[in-house]
């Protein structure tokens, strides 16, 4: 069969998707078809058949408004689900074929992609976890278990995006030589030519960050873009990059090289002619000739070897040393032990003030050896976060079985690295900075909620408790921020055991959970473990039948209102306190505990964070009342704000007093 054939059924599969849908990106495809033709025939270890199997090579289309390209790609490769009448319904409500690839949506999506550059730094997360698994279950002069590649095709937009800087930078630093970075440089963007915003030399950019560079001067030529994946693979010391000049729409001489080419359909009668252009033999939309199946299935009998290789290759390992064929399997699970969940489950005694960061510090570090798949780091902040396993190696290029991740200062590139690891599987990822640098994090803690990723979040310096620093670095609306996003799990938890209850949930949720942390210390209150893993409980009960005031706080709030019921209990108010770790879990509860909680019949109610109060309408209700942070911080002593903002017992007993 002509190649050609093969190649163009990608072209025109795309094409004919985005013209039913009257919606998409035919440019990129068109251009960039050669390039994944030869990746998943020739080069990409990968079984249709069983899309997830562990050591198949990862993909990851960086470039997420191609999908068109990626589903045709899928399609003619028999992926499950993928039939034609889902390319026909691309972009349409309901089917396996999204705007952009959706993880767990579309069999043989490796990853969620569409912001630009984010998909590069997920292929960094996974080149790591195979690295890692790689270190520690490969045995010197055996067949390894854990050997194979990440690709990550990108473009223009994903390279100007800086988070493409913080990743491959690391990426270089770390010596990922299983990772491979394919560029499609067809030098158009939206507005235009990159000759307006975009003229840097990227081959000497990569080559200053530490990869092995290489270049495809034409993008039709299959087997240059095959020589050169299979040159990176020689370099065993350094990440590769091949640029590959390519032709967005290519084809369509109404649109070849233009900027129209990217986003907009090309019209029946461009493809039309596109087919013409192509020597296509079939007129009819979605029409593809028999022997091109015939190819492409012939193609992925090459992934099903490779598995059924790789599954005797798994009992041969376990008949060696079935040790670690059970921890292999372990890792691969990567479920919370008995031995960890004892070991949160259990409320202690908290003997002296502490703050939460170093309360969890010690959590993460009396986790680590039941759970020696857990693995993280901080940006830089590592001493003060309290995220640093203590005994344990730093992930290096010469150590990659380390699981103390430095991710430098770069948070955005951090949060997409993590996304990765968690994609990858056979690790659990935890990532840590301030809570007020959330906002570098959270188009990544999105992308991981839109994937239900078990990535844990630990922000420290959850308040104005900063202090000295000032406002720059006391969050004040991020906890809203984060709180607003869907499927995210929020703890601010007050004291060691509600803190236990975060991780507790956070390692058996199999969703993302950002823990906010005191940086100052907060007094014990005898907070119960189970009781915080509904969310939100009552802490502190009233005297009577039924309170006349409730006090609801979180964090370094809920000693304040503890100290707040006494102070009115001398005037004759009876006031419970409700502590309220995680605002989404408690308003995930069945009604009827939410209102044994906080009786609907208690309109007295105040609530207490040193954040904005723009969460807690619900909560509050019509006539509560807030003690709150509505404005920026200052800079001086924690002690000193604390009291300027109002968060005080007294202050506190004094608003509750006018209710």
């Known amino acids: 069969m002509d190649l050609k054939l093969a190649v163009n059924a990608i072209r025109v599969l795309a094409a004919d998707e985005v013209q039913a849908a009257n919606s998409g990106h035919p440019g990129f495809p068109l251009g960039a078809a050669p390039i994944v033709y030869e990746l998943y025939a020739n080069h990409l270890k990968h079984n249709p058949a069983d899309p997830e199997w562990f050591d198949r090579d990862r993909f990851v289309l960086s470039a997420g408004h191609g999908s068109a390209m990626l589903y045709a790609v899928l399609h003619l490769f028999g992926y499950e689900g993928l039939t034609v009448d889902q390319l026909k319904n691309f972009r349409q409500f309901g ?15 490796d990853a969620t ?66 990772l491979i970075v394919l560029y499609d440089s067809n ?73 129209s080419a990217h986003g907009e359909p090309l019209g029946e009668e461009n493809v039309r002619i596109l087919r013409e252009k192509l020597g296509w033999p079939l007129k009819e939309a979605f029409s593809i000739p028999q022997e091109v199946y015939d190819h492409y299935a012939e193609k992925a009998g090459r992934g099903v070897r490779a598995e059924e290789a790789w599954e005797g290759l798994r009992k041969e390992y376990a008949a060696r040393d079935e040790a670690a064929a059970v921890l292999f399997e372990q890792y691969l699970a990567r479920e919370i032990t008995e031995e960890a969940k004892g070991f949160l489950s259990e409320t202690v005694v908290q003997e002296k003030a502490e703050a939460t960061r170093a309360v969890s510090g010690n959590i993460l570090n009396g986790l680590k050896e039941s759970l020696p798949w857990l693995i993280g780091g901080s940006a830089d ?17 010469g ?17 997409a690295i993590c996304l990765g690891l968690a994609l990858h599987g056979g690790v659990v990822p935890y990532c840590a900075t301030f809570l007020v640098f959330s906002d570098y994090v959270k188009p990544m803690i999105r992308l991981a909620a839109l994937m239900q ?23 004040v609306e991020q906890l809203t921020m984060l709180r607003s996003v869907p499927g995210l799990d929020v703890f601010r938890p007050c004291d060691t055991n509600e803190t236990k209850a975060a991780y507790l949930s956070a390692l058996t949720s199999g969703r993302p959970t950002v823990l906010a942390l005191s940086r100052q210390n907060l007094a014990p209150v005898g907070a119960d473990v189970r009781d915080a893993l509904n969310g939100g409980y ?5 005297n009577g039948e039924e309170p006349e005031v409730i006090l609801i706080a979180t964090g370094s709030e809920v000693a304040p209102c503890v100290a707040a019921k006494k102070l009115l209990a001398g005037h004759g108010i009876d006031a419970r306190v409700v502590s309220i770790p995680s605002l989404d879990i408690f308003l995930a509860q069945p009604e009827a505990y939410q209102a044994d909680v906080l009786p609907k019949a208690v309109r007295k109610r105040v609530v207490v964070e040193a954040g904005s109060r723009q969460p807690w309408g619900e909560i509050a209700g019509l006539d509560g009342a807030y003690v709150t942070m509505d404005g920026f911080g200052a800079s001086a002593p924690a002690d000193r704000l604390f009291a300027e903002y109002g968060f005080t017992a007294e202050h506190i007993a004094e608003v509750a007093a006018k209710l």
């Not at 150590?399 to 949060?415: A, K």
């Not at 078990?454 to 670095?473: A, C, K, M, Q, R």
């Open 538 to 542: 009552i802490l502190e009960i009233e």
């Open 453 to 475: 990723l078990p990535v844990l979040y630990v922000f420290t310096h959850d308040s104005i408790g900063v202090g000295e620093d000032g406002p720059t670095h006391e969050p």
């Open 399 to 415: 150590s990659p079985g380390g699981r103390n991740i430095h991710f430098g200062v770069r948070e955005l590139g951090m949060g």
């Open 187 to 259: 030098r158009i963007t939206i507005e235009g030519s990159t000759e307006l915003a975009f003229t840097e030399d990227v081959t000497k950019r990569f080559e200053a960050f530490g990869f092995g560079t290489f270049e495809v001067a034409d993008g039709n030529d299959t087997e240059a873009i095959g020589r050169a994946v299979e040159a990176a693979k020689t370099d065993t010391k350094k990440p590769s990059f091949i640029k590959i000049h390519t032709h967005i729409g290519y084809g369509v001489p109404a649109k070849q090289d233009s900027a």
């Open 95 to 109: 089917s396996l074929t999204p705007g952009h690839p959706e993880y767990r949506h579309t069999k043989g999506v």
């Open 381 to 397: 902040l590592a001493p003060s976060n309290k995220t640093y396993l203590k005994d344990e190696i730093d992930f290096s290029a």
């Open 113 to 178: 992609t569409g912001p630009l550059g984010a998909g590069l730094g997920m292929a960094v997360g996974m080149a790591m976890a195979e690295a890692h698994l790689a270190k520690i279950f490969n045995r010197p002069g055996q067949q390894p278990l854990v050997d194979h590649y990440t690709y990550a095709l990108c473009g223009d937009g994903c390279l100007m995006e800086g988070i493409s800087s913080e990743v491959m930078s690391l990426a270089g630093t770390l010596g990922l030589s299983k």
